[in-house]
C-alpha cells in the first residue's frame, strides 16, 4: 500500500517555492504549506493523468513534454500551455547546443592529443569566440 505522502511533492520544495514568491518577512504556516502541497499534488496528477490518457490511445508508453503541453491545453490551462512550450522549445534549444559543444569540444580534445603525439602545435592566431546565454534564452557572441 502507497503511503499517502509518498504521492505529494516534498512539504519543503513546497515551502521554499512559496518562500521566493511572498515578501521576505512573510511567515508560511504548516497548514498552509499542507494545504499547497496537495493542490500542487493533484494539479500534476490531473494533468499528467490526461497526458497520459493521450499517450495510452497513441499506444506510446511515454509521456512528453509536448504531451503535458497538450494536456494544459486540451484542460483549458491555454495560457499556462504557451509558456511551457516556449520553456520546452528553449531548452530543447539549449540541449542541442550543449551536446554540440560538447561533440566538438570531443573532437578538439582528440585532435589535441594526435597534434601533441605528432609534435604539432595547435593555431591560436584565430581569436576564439564565446557565447553567453541570458535569463530569456537568447544568445550573444562576444569574440576574445
Not at 522549445?89 to 589535441?112: G, L
Request: hydrophobic share 30%; aromatic share 6%.
Amino acid at each position: 500500500m502507497i503511503d499517502e505522502q509518498d504521492k505529494l511533492l516534498p512539504i519543503a520544495n513546497v515551502g521554499r517555492i512559496m518562500k521566493h514568491i511572498l515578501p521576505r518577512n512573510a511567515k508560511i504556516s504548516k497548514e498552509a504549506k499542507e494545504t499547497m502541497q496537495e493542490c500542487v499534488s493533484e494539479f500534476i496528477s490531473f494533468i499528467t493523468s490526461e497526458a497520459s490518457d493521450k499517450c495510452h490511445k497513441e499506444n506510446r508508453k511515454t509521456v512528453n513534454g509536448d504531451d503535458i503541453c497538450w494536456a494544459l491545453s486540451s484542460l483549458g490551462f491555454d495560457n499556462n500551455s504557451e509558456v511551457m512550450l516556449k520553456y520546452l522549445h528553449k531548452f530543447r534549444e539549449y540541449e542541442r547546443q550543449k551536446a554540440e559543444q560538447n561533440k566538438a569540444s570531443s573532437s578538439e580534445e582528440k585532435d589535441d592529443v594526435t597534434s601533441y603525439r605528432l609534435g604539432l602545435q595547435p593555431d591560436t592566431s584565430t581569436p576564439l569566440e564565446f557565447r553567453v546565454l541570458d535569463k530569456g534564452g537568447s544568445s550573444s557572441a562576444n569574440p576574445k
